[in-house]
């Protein structure tokens, strides 16, 4: 915006402009402002440079330690999700496994429950039933806890 200000000064002007006493004077003013300190003269700051840089390179160094930090975090969130999910497939698979096992189980029982003999075995012992011309003995109460010491010693 200076430049505008100043071509716009020197535009209405009919100012004959020596370069040589510009460049003169230009320097002359740039050895006081670098005596008193400062090399970059702006109005808006009084600060010296060197103030600014380090506040400059504060800033940076700032800003560089949040986006380390921030990566680091999602880095770290991410391998949490993985070490879950892959804990979870373990438990999933060995789901998996149990239930294979116990789908071979029922279908075990399916082809027996199709078995004459199975059928004929289960119907007399559940059921308690007998096939005609068969006598059905009952043990007494004294015979079965009879049977039941002899087996507990042997």
Same mark, same amino acid.
């Given at each position: ?6 071509? &716009? ?11 040589? #006493?510009? *460049?003169?004077? *230009?320097?002359?003013?740039? @050895? ?5 300190? *400062?090399?970059?003269?702006?109005? +808006? @700051?009084?600060?010296? +440079? ?6 400059? &390179? ?5 800003? @560089? ?12 969130? @991410? ?58 003995? +009952? ?5 079965? #806890? ?9």
């Amino acid at each position: 915006m200076a430049k505008r200000k100043r071509s &716009k000064q020197f535009k209405d002007s009919s100012q004959v402009i020596d370069i040589e #006493e510009a *460049r003169r004077k *230009r320097q002359e003013k740039r @050895s006081r402002q670098h005596k008193k300190g *400062r090399t970059n003269p702006s109005p +808006v @700051s009084d600060r010296p +440079v060197r103030a600014s840089i380090k506040q400059a &390179k504060k800033r940076r160094s700032i800003i @560089s330690a949040a986006i380390i930090f921030a990566i680091v975090a999602v880095i770290g969130v @991410s391998v949490y999700n993985i070490v879950t999910l892959k804990q979870e497939q373990k438990e999933i698979l060995k789901q998996q496994q149990e239930l294979k096992e116990q789908k071979a189980e029922l279908e075990e029982e399916l082809n027996q429950l199709s078995n004459p003999d199975y059928i004929k075995e289960q119907a007399r012992t559940q059921l308690r039933l007998v096939l005609p011309g068969e006598k059905i003995y +009952v043990p007494s109460a004294d015979e079965t #806890e009879q049977e039941k010491e002899t087996k507990d010693e042997n």
